[in-house]
């Protein structure tokens, strides 16, 4: 019987495993691996395996440092967007508590809703960057 090296992970806890299975067919190996609790992600042969493995040798599972970096300044960047929202909200609430003339009510409340929207995408903004982080890719 061929023997066929499985690859995937757990269906309890998602760790990676990879185990060579006796079976007739490719199917066949893939029935028998999900049997044992492991969800599939590529059977090969043995024999297909050395070459398959030179093939991805040269494809990049991680990304290069530069993205990383690139993500953490997008962090900084995003907690600056929320400091300065913040500050114009703050702004704002001086300009609107004094005795002010309708003109200065108006350009306040202007400053509070730009401060407010500020701090919404400075907070979506980090949220993203953060995702990106998280999961060392574009998301």
Not at 50 to 56: D, L, N, V
Not at 120 to 136: H, Q, S
Request: hydrophobic residues 40%; neutral net charge.
């Amino acid at each position: 019987m061929p023997k066929f090296r499985v690859k995937g992970c757990f269906k309890e806890n998602a760790e990676d495993v990879e185990i060579i299975i006796e079976a007739a067919s490719y199917k066949d190996a893939e029935r028998i691996a999900n049997q044992k609790g492991i969800l599939v992600s590529d059977v090969l042969t043995v024999e297909e395996q050395s070459q398959k493995q030179h093939e991805t040798s040269v494809l990049h599972t991680t990304p290069p440092p530069e993205s990383k970096k690139k993500s953490k300044k997008d962090v900084i960047i995003a907690c600056v967007m929320i400091v300065i929202g913040l500050s114009c909200v703050l702004i704002s609430q001086v300009i609107l508590t004094g005795d002010s003339s309708s003109s200065e009510l108006y350009t306040g409340s202007w400053i509070r809703m730009f401060g407010w929207g500020l701090v919404g995408f400075g907070l979506i903004f980090w949220t993203l960057a953060r995702l990106k982080l998280y999961f060392k890719h574009d998301v």
